[in-house]
């Protein structure tokens, strides 16, 4: 029977050693960028009116910049050098079809640091559009788990708009993904609502077990001494029961 995993931790400490003790010593991360331009006005409230891409300076500015930092300062010591694709969807080129590598040549990106130069080269040139669905990044990453076997955390920072037909097709790409050893972190950006995101987080009783956690950026970070520990915590908040139940479900290599 389906179940809802709580949210149970109160520090990323506690979470890690939870992670290790379920006897997941490193995490692979997938990382997918929403390029979709609902973006342009998703920032009005939370974002002083800017576009959740805008760029300025060298310094982390926009949401996806900033959470990409606070992600990258947390989770690098878990990868243990494990490299990361990454992916944007919603442009003008892959619309709700397809997502393209950030980096042109298709390699995966290094590091966070590879990831944060491949996300602002990409963010400067590319032209936002859609209509948005997560369905083609969530199906890359189960090719990707597919051929590793591997345990994935698949990390969507999205501004979570989506139109009927998008979140038809996202839904069952949630619900197929639950076949793998995938967790899916939809990291929501900007003003929302995002009433979609969250009846997936803890509804789809037909996931053959709960791969998904809905955390709201602005929400979680904000007023917090440790913004970085804070995103990192609500984001792998669920992990440790997910690659368990991935375990218990025989979906990993043996």
């Known amino acids: 029977d389906f ?21 997941l010593p490193d995490i692979h991360v997938i990382v997918g960028i929403d390029f979709s331009a609902s973006n ?22 926009n949401p996806y910049q900033r959470a990409l930092a606070s992600l990258g300062a947390v989770l690098t010591p878990l990868l243990h050098g494990n490299p ?11 619309k709700d079809t397809a997502v393209f590598p950030l980096i042109e040549s298709g390699t995966p990106c290094l590091d966070f640091n590879d990831l944060m130069c491949a996300y602002t080269h990409t963010a400067q040139k ?13 199906q890359k990453a189960q ?23 998008g979140e038809a097709s996202s839904r069952r ?30 509804e789809l009783p037909e996931r053959r077990f709960d791969n998904l956690q809905l955390v709201r950026h602005a929400e979680v970070t ?15 908040m ?7 139940a991935a375990v218990q479900l025989g979906l990993l290599k043996s």
């Open 3 to 23: 179940a809802a995993f709580r949210d149970r931790f109160h520090t990323f400490s506690e979470v890690s050693t939870a992670m290790r003790r379920a006897g």
């Open 40 to 61: 342009e006005w998703q920032g009005r409230k939370t974002f002083r009116g800017e576009s959740l891409h805008a760029l300025k300076g060298s310094n982390p500015h």
């Open 84 to 94: 990361i694709p990454a992916f944007g969807f919603g442009d003008s080129t892959t």
């Open 126 to 138: 590319v032209q936002l559009s859609g209509p948005t669905s997560l369905a083609p990044l969530l």
């Open 143 to 165: 090719e990707i788990a597919a051929h590793s076997r591997e345990f994935h955390v698949v990390l969507v920072l999205t501004d979570g708009q989506l139109d009927p037909a």
């Open 173 to 202: 790409a949630v619900v197929s993904c639950s076949q793998l050893p995938l967790s899916l972190v939809l990291l929501a950006l900007g003003d929302g609502p995002w009433p979609a995101l969250q009846r997936w987080d803890d």
């Open 222 to 236: 904000r007023g917090c001494r440790n913004p970085d520990a804070a995103l990192a915590l609500h984001a792998l």
């Open 238 to 244: 669920e992990v440790p029961d997910q690659y368990r």
